[in-house]
T-cell receptor
């Protein structure tokens, strides 16, 4: 089972709303990632968690708040987003964060901010 | 991590081999060469990766130049389902998988 599950698949939220994106994997992976992808652009790395601790934050605005409650779950809390934050948000995981590890991606959550 | 250079697009015919090139002249000794692909409206999918030696798996082969400054992803028999954006990515000591613009592969029937 090489599956990363993301919910919801689609989310529409207002600029004053608070919502969360959820990601789950049961492969025993200890590294988890959030990426953001705008239309016709490559994915951009946002955050990396290694052993449930935030190890990389690519200067992401504080309106995006990641959380890793345990080794299987990764959340992305959203608050006071702007319309330009509308994008596909991809979660991924790997056995560890080392350079030789395969990264498995979920199908993504499509976010629209209105 | 070092950057890669790929052609913006390539075209292939169905059931023929496809060679997707990637240049990475500033690769360091600890950088792994990863290939991912992304079909429309899907998350990226792992294809193959290697460090120094050529690699084969059920999806593709990866040929790495002796000086490691370039590599080639080989799809042995292209199918329509192989039409996607293919990303060649170096992953090294920073542990970041940073995507470039990739190669858009079109497969003609």
């Amino acid at each position: 089972d090489t599956e990363v599950t993301q919910t919801p698949k689609h989310l529409v939220m207002g600029m004053t709303n608070k919502k969360s994106l959820k990601c789950e994997q049961h492969m025993g992976h200890r590294a988890m990632y959030w990426y953001k992808q705008k239309a016709k652009k490559p994915p951009e790395l946002m955050f990396v968690y290694s052993y449930e601790k935030l190890s990389i934050n690519e200067s992401v605005p504080s309106r995006f708040s990641p959380e890793c409650p345990n080794s299987s779950l990764l959340n992305l809390h959203l608050h006071a987003l702007q319309p330009e934050d509308s994008a596909l948000y991809l979660c991924a995981s790997s056995r560890s964060a080392g350079p030789g590890n395969t990264i498995y991606f979920g199908e993504g959550s499509w976010l629209t901010v209105v | 991590d070092a950057k890669t250079t790929q052609p913006n697009s390539m075209e292939s015919n169905e059931e023929e081999p496809v060679h997707l090139p990637c240049n990475h002249s500033t690769i360091s000794g600890t950088d792994y060469i990863h290939w991912y692909r992304q079909l429309p409206s899907q998350g990226p999918e792992y294809v193959i990766h290697g460090l120094t030696s050529n690699v084969n798996n059920r999806m593709a082969s990866l040929a790495i130049a002796e000086d490691r400054k370039s590599s080639t992803l080989i799809l042995h028999r292209a199918t329509l389902r192989d039409a996607a954006v293919y990303y060649c990515i170096l992953k090294g000591a920073t542990n970041k998988l940073i995507f470039g613009t990739g190669t858009l592969l079109a497969v003609q029937p």
